[in-house]
């Protein structure tokens, strides 16, 4: 069976929410930390804007698509309000950004599962 696109897009998704967590998680660490300016990871759409997601070559005599692995890359905020500190990180906004990638990890499993057990059950008849 050929691998379906949908799984490739999925994988690449949550390597992003991977990366976003671990940005979240180091803002909320350093929350006390002087002159620490809060990061954050390009929304998702504009990894996506780098990537075609479409049919790809499977063998040898296919044509190159010329898909090339999107970044993951760690920018700074902005403009980044400042505490008296001249720190950034605000915790509300930080679980803000944790719970909406609790949330988009939870969709991307659910949605793989129901992909899959679909392809489950067309296999079996």
Known sequence: MEPVNLFDLATQQARWLSVRQTAVAG???NINTPNYKAVDVEPFEKVLDGTRVAMSATHAQ??????????FSLDERD??????????????????????????????TAIVKAFHRMLMMTAKG
Not at 62 to 71: E, R
Not at 86 to 107: I, Y
């Open 27 to 29: 803002n909320i660490a």
């Open 62 to 71: 296919h044509q190159d698509t010329g898909v090339t692995p999107a970044s």
């Open 79 to 108: 403009d980044p309000q400042l505490l008296p500190s001249e720190n950034s990180v605000v915790l509300e906004d930080e679980l803000v950004k944790a719970g909406e990638v609790r949330r988009a990890f939870e969709l991307n």
